[in-house]
T-cell receptor, first 113, second 113 residues
């Protein structure tokens, strides 16, 4: 069965510093990987996805993520964090073998001025 | 992007009341989902549908029921609400023919007193 893990419940960074939100996955076939962001009292918004091709995927709001097959990771990154990036971030994986979508437990990102 | 509308956005009801949370989408996506999420916590899939007249229970047992009589609508009903049902309910859709991305509505916050 496929799964994703977000090892950090909370990530704190200073504004202007680079940020990384970690995600590792486990699937039986080729993974489709996603990142979503959730602002308070809102639904989840799609940020970016990896299906195939370049391991570095660029998404919305200046975010990018790097797919690493050997480490089974898909970490979300941004070169320079903004206070407005503070939100809850979810990693998700879809296993093409069984078509299920699994979400991680979420990581709360706090960017301090 | 998918246009997904959830109503009501916020609701406070008494114990024992019947409530239906509406979810409608305008993109003709065949797959629809309901997730339950406590504030700032992980998502739990409670129901999904692969098309009209198709409904399945998700990973998390729920006392709610769903129906999919039309492609556009996927309402969720609680016959007798209890305080333990207090949560956020997120509706989502996916077009299996052309897309891998799940899109979310803004959520319905339910408080049962």
């Amino acid at each position: 069965a496929q799964s994703v893990a977000q090892p950090e419940d909370q990530v704190n960074v200073a504004e202007g510093n680079p940020l990384t939100v970690k995600c590792t996955y486990s699937v039986s076939g080729n993974p489709y990987l996603f990142w979503y962001v959730q602002y308070p009292n809102r639904g989840l918004q799609f940020l970016l996805k990896y299906i195939t091709g370049d391991n570095l995927v660029k998404g919305s709001y200046g975010f990018e993520a790097e797919f690493n097959k050997s480490q089974t990771s898909f970490h979300l990154k941004k070169p320079s964090a903004l206070v407005s990036d503070s939100a809850l971030y979810f990693c998700a994986v879809r296993d093409m073998m069984n078509n299920d979508m699994r979400f991680g437990a979420g990581t709360r990102l706090t960017v301090k001025p | 992007e998918a246009d997904i509308y959830q109503t009501p956005r916020y609701l406070v009801i008494g114990t024992g009341k019947k409530i239906t949370l509406e979810c409608s989408q305008t993109m003709g996506h065949d797959k629809m989902y309901w997730y339950q999420q406590d504030p700032g916590m992980e998502l739990h899939l409670i129901h999904y549908s692969y098309g009209v007249n198709s409904t399945e229970k998700g990973d998390l047992s729920s006392e709610s029921t769903v129906s999919r009589i039309r492609t556009e609508h996927f309402p969720l009903t609680l016959e007798s609400a209890r305080p333990s049902h207090t949560s956020q309910y997120l509706c989502a859709t996916r077009d299996s023919r052309s897309g891998n991305t799940i899109y979310f509505g803004e959520g319905s916050w339910l408080t049962v007193v």
